[in-house]
């Protein structure tokens, strides 16, 4: 093959492959967003302060990545302590959550900056930053649950964990539909405020703040930061509904981005859903009751694994695929509930290492495949040296801002 000539498919070694067409489409793409939630303005004069602070040769995605495994690393300690969401843990525990917390918001703020700052923006550094937010906040929703000891109430603890999730894949299901990211009043930066004051409060005054009663109800104040997040989460889905139902997508006859029909990525995330709810309320050892942070952990990769095909679909403008590997772990859950074929705690950690593992090759692969076709490094500012003219010409007509706007990345 001569070195002007494109290969058909642009593949690591991996096995999963992007075909040029969808890697031409995603390093042509222009991010686009709109709204400004409240906390932004007040934040951004910090963040613009900060990023001047930071080396130049720090690569944006190096610096979105060390977030997510701060924020990862302090959340794992909090799992030790409290490994059903029922136990108190160490004040220490939630104030190193707290800081972990606010590294990866400040951090993830500011990648975009960097990346425009060091003149290294590519599209990669969208869909890096989607893609760690959406592992992210699988550790936020244990982090959040373990502090108040949500583990008390299953159906409210599974019911939080499924809407949360949701709710990340819906907002990018509208953007799928819309094109534009939408940002409201009340966003991720707000509620992520909130969930590092819940962790200072339980290191203040720690844990069984969560369970005085509130005067004249009988309920445990617990639920008040449940009763919040839960209803702006349905508020905000509801949103994303309108959107896509109501006004349809911005593509032929009101499909999508990519063509396709609206309602397209209902099926995969439905799939995880149906699976959710089928294995809490069947299993015979009551693995959500004992084992809520697995349950939590195994079901958030695989939305986390939808989540990112999701937003490279829309990067791509490509279709989104009904099955996906990932789902064969929650369809085994199904299974093995049927068959018996082993206890339901050894099934699920089976299904968190397969799905963890999938997640991780499907992203590995994908860096991979944009770095290779645009000829860049993923956590170097220093370009590849070009082997082929061809190259060059994707490398300098693929860049875009890595985010257009003042917005943090989301």
């Given at each position: 093959m001569s070195a002007t000539e494109k290969p058909t498919r642009a593949s690591s070694s991996l096995?999963?492959?992007?075909?040029?067409?969808?890697?031409?489409?995603?390093?042509?793409?222009?991010y686009s967003a709109s709204g400004v939630s409240v906390l932004e303005p007040i934040l951004q004069p910090y963040w613009r302060w900060l990023v001047e602070q930071i080396p130049l040769w720090w690569a944006p995605n190096a610096l979105t990545l060390a977030g997510l495994v701060i924020n990862g690393l302090t959340t794992a300690i909090l799992m030790i302590y409290c490994p059903d969401s029922r136990q108190p843990a160490p004040s220490w525990c939630y104030f190193l959550c707290a800081l972990g917390l606010f590294i990866y918001q400040t951090l993830d703020a500011i990648d975009g900056k960097q990346a425009r700052r060091t003149n290294s923006s590519s599209p990669l550094g969208e869909l890096f930053d989607h893609g760690c937010d959406a592992l992210s906040i699988v550790f936020v929703f244990i982090g959040?649950?373990?502090?108040?000891?949500?583990?008390?109430?299953p159906f409210l603890y599974f019911f939080t964990c499924i809407s949360t999730l949701f709710l990340y894949y819906m907002a990018h299901w509208q953007t799928f539909c819309s094109g534009t990211l939408q940002f409201g009043f009340f966003d991720?930066?707000?509620?992520?405020?909130?969930?590092?004051?819940?962790?200072?409060?339980?290191?203040?005054?720690?844990?069984?703040?969560?369970?005085v009663q509130i005067p004249y109800t009988g309920f445990e104040t617990k639920l008040i930061p449940v009763a919040v997040s839960v209803t702006a989460g349905l508020v905000k889905i509801y949103d994303y509904f309108g959107i896509i139902l109501m006004r349809g997508g911005v593509g032929k006859n009101g499909s999508t981005i990519a063509g396709t029909s609206v309602l397209s990525p209902s099926f995969p995330i439905g799939i995880w859903m149906i699976a959710a709810v089928w294995v809490w309320l069947n299993s015979p050892t009551k693995i959500l009751e004992n084992h809520p942070v697995l349950f939590a952990m195994t079901f958030g990769m695989v939305s986390s694994k939808l989540s990112n095909k999701l937003v490279v679909s829309h990067m791509s403008r490509s279709e989104m695929e009904i099955m996906d590997s990932c789902l064969v772990g929650p369809?085994?859950?199904?299974?093995?509930?049927?068959?018996?074929?082993?206890?339901?705690?050894?099934?699920m950690w089976l299904c968190f290492l397969f799905c963890t593992v999938d997640l991780l090759r499907y992203a590995i692969n994908v860096c991979t495949a944009i770095c290779n076709y645009m000829n860049i490094h993923c956590f170097s500012i220093q370009p590849v040296p070009s082997k082929a003219s061809s190259s060059t010409s994707h490398r300098n007509g693929g860049d875009v801002a890595h985010l257009s706007s003042e917005h943090s990345t989301h």
């Open positions: 096995g999963e492959v992007l075909s040029v067409n969808q890697l031409e489409r995603l390093a042509n793409h222009k959040t649950v373990m502090t108040v000891q949500l583990g008390t109430f991720v930066t707000e509620a992520q405020i909130g969930v590092i004051l819940a962790y200072l409060l339980s290191g203040f005054f720690g844990p069984s703040i969560w369970e369809l085994l859950l199904v299974l093995n509930q049927y068959l018996r074929l082993t206890d339901d705690y050894v099934a």
